[in-house]
């Protein structure tokens, strides 16, 4: 486990804590199940106790955590509920950014969008899930940024972070790999012609087709 904090003079510790934890969590660096020792986290961090129990407490109130008794604070397993609400919410989100990326996308971010996707095709290859992970979600938020709604942006970006587990899940599965390089060429494509309706069909199928292989995998972890 390698937690590094990033610090910020305008957030009390048990925030930077906080954030910190939240997004080893999100991005699977803690892992579902592992346990959260308050001494072990304090001296990886360099902090009390005080900022990691308070800051805990703030996780498990996110469903993050779990405490167990008599054993403490754990991360908390991925449930099959947790992602279906979390889809529910993207896939409305998506499907209003894709229909405005495809009126308002500059050639500067379409030139981007195609260069992102080359980059994933690339990463593929490389077998490295973290590195993959984060050229998918910015591939995703060059489509964000193309629709120039900032507050819409917002909204997508506070969600990216509950994705980030799920979106880890997905790119676990090695053989979807093949079939998301061509999901998102399908998507470019839609977008380079404009076609709103078919670029909504395919960013409903790509989200439908997530969340069906994240659940298979939950199912075999559970049997």
């Known amino acids: 486990m390698n937690l590094e904090m990033e610090m910020d003079e305008y957030l009390p510790l048990r925030d930077v804590v906080f954030n910190t934890l939240r997004r080893a969590i999100l991005k699977g660096e803690l892992k579902p199940g592992e346990r959260l020792m308050e001494?072990?986290?304090?001296?990886?961090?360099?902090?009390?106790?005080?900022?990691?129990?308070?800051?805990?407490?703030?996780?498990?109130?996110?469903?993050?955590?779990?405490?167990?008794?008599?054993?403490?604070?754990?991360?908390?397993?991925?449930?099959?509920?947790?992602?279906?609400?979390?889809?529910?919410?993207?896939?409305?989100?998506?499907?209003?950014?894709?229909?405005?990326?495809?009126?308002?996308?500059?050639?500067?971010?379409?030139?981007?969008?195609?260069?992102?996707?080359?980059?994933?095709?690339?990463?593929?290859?490389?077998?490295?899930?973290?590195?993959?992970?984060?050229?998918?979600?910015k591939f995703h938020d060059t489509i964000y940024q193309a629709t120039n709604n900032q507050r819409l942006v917002q909204l997508l970006n506070n969600l990216r972070e509950q994705m980030y587990r799920y979106r880890l899940e997905y790119l676990k599965d090695t053989q979807s790999h093949d079939r998301l390089v061509e999901e998102h060429q399908r998507i470019v494509d839609a977008i380079i012609d404009k076609n709103k309706e078919e670029a909504v069909r395919l960013i409903q199928e790509h989200i439908y087709i997530q969340e069906l292989t994240v659940i298979k995998k939950l199912q075999e972890q559970e049997a």
């Open 39 to 137: 001494i072990t986290l304090a001296d990886k961090l360099g902090v009390s106790r005080t900022p990691i129990r308070e800051a805990i407490r703030k996780l498990e109130l996110e469903g993050l955590v779990v405490m167990a008794p008599r054993k403490g604070a754990k991360v908390a397993s991925i449930t099959e509920r947790d992602l279906n609400d979390v889809l529910e919410v993207r896939k409305g989100m998506e499907v209003l950014a894709i229909s405005l990326a495809c009126k308002r996308i500059t050639g500067e971010e379409l030139e981007k969008l195609e260069t992102i996707e080359q980059s994933f095709q690339k990463l593929i290859e490389s077998g490295n899930l973290t590195e993959l992970a984060e050229m998918d979600v």
